[in-house]
């Protein structure tokens, strides 16, 4: 068996592959260009892409791609072999420097929000540089940016790598008021995916879970996670083969999976990486997304990323762990020193103001449908945005606040001057898992991501609102030095705590009382993607986004136009699904069953007259009014789904999908849930919750 360490990055065109294959003037050139954004000249390129040709032929590859992430928020990819005919009947395999840096694929049919036409279908891939190429089944696949013919984003990625350079550049400025050495600025984050295995013969009997993603029916089961058992417990060995194989693949890759195990719900799963840059880790976390799905079929099994694919047990979560680096300094570390510490307030201020200014940006860059069913689920955080800080940083920002003394652990008074600012342990906060923004001792854990979203935007929009937050501490320091910046850096942190407390909440966010407790503070509360879309195409969140070039307002409105119209095709094709499964799977058994029982119930009258039939009748009554309440329901459902699929405003029909839609939905289930737990199990169509949660 190999090492861990011969295996780990092998399939990685990594800085130490480039340092070793790369000439050390091309080295150089394309190292600047990571670190500084500066572009490649040709001759580099030819070099870099010869290089990459070889080393990628090496290891078996035959083709390479353009891997990138279309607004639908996968990744896409079209393969292009090294190829090329010599016209005397052989071949050279040959890969230039411009195949490298541009391609072109078709971009007519990804969506665009209304971008491109369909007709328009030119659209350019180009390479970015910051995160590695690697192989993946026999392909050189290339990290690459995605935009229109007339050079509008229509990826994730650019937007996200326009917020990383927004916030690199704001924090630069800080840090030369501190009189720090210009350094590399990047958001790192780590990213915990949960997810469910299942087995492969139930989930082929599901055709809610194959068509959605989740199970659009299921009565609960009679044993779910209250026992607790699940979580940390032992590993079904099924499952700890799947994850040795995917911890193979994932090392290889240069992904640095370092935490996997059972999580709360039966079934349930979570594997977690060691953070890196922010970029490189979205594009790992959608390599791991992928590894897991395709990786689960060799153990019979099948990889659900949806937030919620079972009603009443935990959804899955992604929870993204993000901070700011400058070469190796955390600036989320509170640090050793009094100016360490200063600088650590100026950027935490700089967070809990950029949280609180776009709150609904955040909540929006999170929102989909199946996360809808996650959010304040007494599981995950509640729908509202808040920071928890923990109760060390809560009372230093509660003296800061209202300037009176603080006691540190110790009971040693402290006045808050610059000179005896106090220190503070890293891990000097509990974890708070009822919290969507959660201080973890120098990072932030934003704990709303659903299981399957591309984490880009929430980061994107972060990066953004906290380079908004940085410019403007700059814009009034600047030209201030020694005491007097001193002296300036700690009123304005006090007047900007003091703006944006309301953020901050230490307590339990699944308590009753906290949603009123939020609207007092004047916090927003969305409660479904519907509700919380609108706010992306906000003057304000356009402003943001136009100051800092991370999106113009042609970018920003086409994002809500495929939010939304991805929003109402999910619940366009939930509520199909669901229709014909209760006329041609559910209701079709029932009436079996109902049958076989009336003919039973009849054949023991005739067989024994005056039996005692009245248990039997008291079911075959239970099932016909069920069934008569299913059919009701299934025909107000029918009626709303035609009424709203026939509207025009995508927002209006969105709304209705919302508030009536996903309500006559759960109006149906339980009529059918009620119903599975009287129907004999021989008639029942599908594998129940108790079958696929507990398999073997």
Known sequence: MAKVTDIYGSMVFNDVTMQERLPSTTY??????????KPLDEECANDVAHAMKEWAIEHGATHYTHWFQP???ITSEKHDSFLDPTGDGRAIMKFSGKELIQGEPDASSFPSGGLRATFEARGYTAWDPTSYAFIKDEVLCIPTAFCSYTGEALDKKTPLLRSMSAIEEQAKRVLALFGEPERHVVTTVGSEQEYFLISEKDYEQRQDLALTGRTLFGAPPCKGQELEEHYFGAIRPSVNEFMKELDDELWALGVPAKTKHNEVAPAQHELAPVFTNANRAIDENLLTMEKMRLLASHYGLVCLQHEKPFEGINGSGKHNNWSISAGKTNLLDPGDTPMDN???LVFLTGVIQAVDDY????????ASAGNDHRLGANEAPPAIISIFLGDELGEIVDALVDGHEYTNADKVAMD????VLPNFLKDNTDRNRTSPFAFTGNKFEFRMPGSAVNLSDANMILNTAMAKSLKEFADEMEGKQGAEFEAAAIAYIKRTLTDHQRIIFNGNGYSDEWPIEAERRGLANHRTTADALPCYIDQKSIDLFEEFGVLNEAEVRSRYEV???????????????MKRMARRTYLPAINEYLGELASTVNAVKAAVPGADTTQQEEVLNKLLTGVSKANEALKALDALHKEIAALDDEQEKANRYAH?????????????DLLEKITDRDHWPVPTYNDILFYV
């Open 71 to 73: 607004l639908s928020g």
């Open 342 to 344: 200063l600088r650590f």
């Open 563 to 577: 939010k939304l119209e991805k929003y109402n095709k999910l619940l366009n094709i939930e509520i199909r699904v």
């Open 416 to 419: 808050l001057g610059v000179a």
């Open 359 to 366: 709150q609904e940006l955040l909540r929006m860059s999170v």
């Open 28 to 37: 150089k050139t394309l190292a600047k260009t990571i670190e500084e954004g």
């Open 660 to 672: 009536e839609g996903i309500p006559a939905m759960e109006a149906l289930r339980t009529e059918i």
